[in-house]
């Protein structure tokens, strides 16, 4: 799933305030001073005060910036080595920081440091780089939750339009249902026709009754399946074919349903099917993935269709699973892999 990165505008925000706010203390300080007449106004003053609201500002940005977006993007360890990371990390800014304050602060405002200005430069940097790291995760986690609640309202939106369809077909299963029962009582003696027939009841009823699941075992995806490659068979005979084989234990985990149904009718749909060019499609486990494969033969005339069923089956797979699909085409084959279980 995209990690939402956290407005830069808001971290700009947040990085001035705190310059302003460190920078404030000192500055009333030097004022009370100029009242009172104990220190001369100058340039050098001013320039003192710009270099350190700009290096106040900038550390405060790198480590917002680093803490919730570039760390949390790019750093794939598990949750307490992730943040052990990302606090080696800060603290390795802050020193590079304050070198570079050091380095360029003589030469910018020719105005040496006493032992107690360098020591509360440390300290003032060091507090800073505390309060910038819970700042930066209640930000990332208001972010998050953001995110979160966006990918919930999309699913029960979804979830909304299958109810809907339910509602307007709840009159039609009936019909068919029963049409489909006369049908078979027509050609009780034709036993591949009542075959044909009970496969095409069965494929519908579990469209319909998957309507009211999110998500179904694999068992009960490759028993539709099977159906719905029946009916394929039947139309090409001895041109399409399908090789089947998952281990055991992953039949009881869970996936969307119709999404092993979709991808072997993806490869029905753009594949050529011949005497010459039979289409073999491959479903099998590996590494905690079933994978659904088949040689790459396109049509020469596609049929007709949306475009959009393996771009509507990633968008279910991310929401309801958290996992993303892999396409691969390598090797003139085409390949797609559903994330199972995880792999260690």
Request: glycine share 2%.
């Given at each position: ?67 919730t977006n570039w760390g ?267 994330p199972i279980k995880k792999?260690?």
């Amino acid at each position: 799933m995209t990690i939402k990165p956290v407005k830069r505008a808001e971290i700009i925000k947040i990085a001035l305030l705190l310059a302003v706010l460190i920078s404030l203390p000192r500055n009333i300080h030097l004022y009370n001073m100029f009242s009172e007449g104990k220190m001369d106004f100058s340039g050098v003053w001013i320039y003192d005060f710009i270099f350190r609201f700009f290096f106040l500002a900038l550390f405060s940005w790198l480590i917002l910036q680093f803490n919730t977006n570039w760390g949390y993007r790019t750093i794939r360890q598990p949750f307490w080595i992730k943040i052990a990371i990302i606090i080696a990390i800060d603290i390795a800014i802050l020193f590079g920081i304050l070198a570079l304050w050091k380095i360029l602060h003589p030469v910018l405002v020719d105005q040496p440091l006493s032992n107690d200005d360098r020591g509360f430069l440390r300290f003032s940097y060091e507090i800073l780089l505390i309060v910038l790291f819970f700042i930066a995760r209640i930000l990332r986690l208001q972010t998050d939750q953001q995110e979160s609640s966006i990918e919930n309202e999309k699913l029960k939106q979804q979830n909304l339009q299958s109810e809907l369809a339910a509602l307007k077909n709840q009159i039609d299963p009936h019909f068919l249902f029963n049409s489909l029962n006369s049908l078979t009582s027509l050609v009780r003696d034709n036993e591949a026709a009542t075959q044909f027939i009970k496969k095409l009841s069965y494929m519908y009823r579990y469209i319909l009754q998957s309507n009211d699941s999110d998500l179904v075992s694999v068992r009960e995806e490759l028993k539709y399946l099977e159906s719905y490659t029946y009916l394929i068979k039947t139309r090409y005979r001895d041109r399409f074919s399908i090789d089947i084989n998952i281990e055991e234990s992953y039949l009881d985990e869970r996936i969307p349903p119709l999404a092993l149904q979709l991808l072997v009718e993806n490869a029905v749909k753009h594949n050529e099917i011949s005497e010459s060019h039979p289409l073999l499609v491959k479903i099998y486990s590996e590494q905690g993935s079933i994978f659904v494969q088949n040689k790459a033969r396109p049509r020469t005339t596609l049929a007709e269709g949306t475009g959009n069923g393996l771009v509507n089956l990633k968008k279910r797979y991310v929401l309801l699973r958290k996992q993303e699909l892999k396409i691969n085409t390598e090797n003139n084959y085409f390949s797609v892999e559903l994330p199972i279980k995880k792999w260690k």
